[in-house]
């Protein structure tokens, strides 16, 4: 049976609990159109696995001559598992701050969902099940299919010209047509979203569509796209992008999904438990209490058609040599030609009591082990004798473009 997480906010009398699905169904364009399946009942056991057929290749049809027979050519198919993932997060609160500040409670809830959601987007793209705690996402079942098309001759780091429009808007149409139904979402990271949109502006093929709650959504031929935004990875102890850019090439991927109990859907537990969530309960005894949000679900795609990706799009320049910046250093200050930096990037600086530092690699990203953000000020802490070195980078990939260094300080 299949279930939109609008349906289960409708089954729940809570308040609270029908708010709290209801900000899921807002944080996420995709939530709120997914289908789920929600069949998933662990009585007797532990395991959450959902089995299905996944479609992989359609039955070809020839015509026969008297006499003849025709060619064997069944429907490819597999056998496939997958299993649900529990995702989310719990919150504490001392009960003095809960008395203070009323909202902190609905505060805290709404960040656990956001992060939920972006748990869910990027194993939507990115799972591997062979991961405890992940699902196999869309790069995973994609990779290889009759949908996966190869966009390494696309440029779109510079939009000037029709015929550069063109291969991107060629490429676009080409996945669409490829695909058993047309595509709910196209699915791609800001950067590629305002290039599509150049592209199309250029070819008049730009469209406005609306999302669940009639807010007008950037479309292509009337499909929206949607920027699945950034995830936390704790392996790298920063946010991400949940679809990447190299950043030595520059390329990306852009995905389309079409959501259907018969393309790509959501699964979850029987009922309508996919949505969990606890307040902190001041009543019982001690000072600090926790609340949590809990998500259950997966992916199904019972069709490979159902998804198709355009894979290696280059969207960002490379760069062979960085850009220069005029720097000038005097103890705990610097001073930086330009004073700002271009729109989207940030000056970070790096200090050495004695030796100069050396330049970071063009198209490799800054460590912020290394590189800190540079105060508007340009007061930093540097001694006499010492070196500094300003690189300006992409403020989301930190990407360096340009540098200059300055040093050994001597006072005047």
């Known amino acids: 049976m299949a279930i939109t997480l609008s349906d289960i906010k409708i089954g729940r009398a809570d308040k609270y609990d029908r708010m709290v699905i209801d900000t899921f169904i807002r944080k996420s364009a995709i939530l709120a159109a997914m289908p789920f399946d929600n069949c998933i009942s662990p009585s ?22 008297i006499n003849s027979d025709y060619t064997a050519a069944p429907a490819t198919k597999e056998a496939v598992t997958t299993d649900l993932q529990i995702m989310g997060g719990k919150y504490e609160i001392d009960r003095v701050l809960a ?5 902190e409670i609905a505060f805290q809830t709404e960040e656990k969902i956001q992060a939920t959601v972006n748990r869910y987007h990027w194993l939507l793209v990115n799972g591997d099940k062979n991961n405890q705690t992940e699902f196999d996402g869309l790069a995973k079942i994609v990779d290889g299919s009759v949908t996966d098309f190869d ?33 709910t979402y196209i699915l791609a990271n800001s950067k590629a979203i305002v290039k599509i949109q150049s592209a199309a502006k250029q070819l008049g093929y730009i469209t406005q569509a609306e999302d669940a709650f009639g807010k007008p959504v950037r479309a292509y031929d009337g499909i929206p796209m ?15 992008e949940i ?36 307040l902190p309960n001041f009543s019982e005894a001690g000072a600090v209490k926790s609340g949590d949000v809990e998500f259950v679900a997966g992916l199904a795609v019972k069709n ?34 330009p004073k700002k930096p271009k729109i989207g990037n940030e000056y970070y600086y ?41 690189v300006e980078a992409d403020s989301s990939s930190l990407l360096p473009v340009a540098t200059g260094v300055d040093g050994p300080v001597v006072t005047v």
């Open 243 to 278: 679809i990447g850019i190299d950043d030595a090439s520059g390329k990306t991927d852009i995905y389309l999904v079409a959501l259907s109990m018969s393309g790509a859907h959501g699964i979850t537990l029987k009922g309508d438990k996919a949505i969990t969530s606890r």
């Open 226 to 240: 949607i920027d699945l935004g950034r995830y936390y990875n704790e392996d790298l102890g920063s946010d991400t």
């Open 44 to 65: 007797g056991g532990s395991t959450l696995t959902y089995g299905y057929i996944r479609l992989k290749t359609s039955p070809a049809a020839e015509g026969r001559a």
């Open 304 to 337: 490979t058609r159902g998804i198709a990706r355009i894979k290696d799009v280059q969207v960002q320049a490379t760069l062979t040599a960085l850009g220069t910046l005029t720097v000038a250093a005097a103890v705990n200050k610097v001073t930086v030609t």
């Open 99 to 103: 008395d203070a500040a009323p909202d």
């Open 151 to 183: 966009g390494s001759g696309i440029d779109l780091s510079t939009m000037n010209n029709t015929a550069t429009a063109l291969k991107i808007t060629e490429a676009l149409d080409t996945a669409i047509l490829a695909m058993k139904e047309r595509p």
């Open 350 to 390: 790096a200090v050495d009591a004695s030796v100069t530092i050396s330049a970071p690699t063009a198209n490799t990203a800054l460590s912020t082990d290394t590189w800190t953000p540079l105060p508007a000020n340009g007061v930093i802490s540097l001694a006499e004798n010492g070196y500094v070195r300003v």
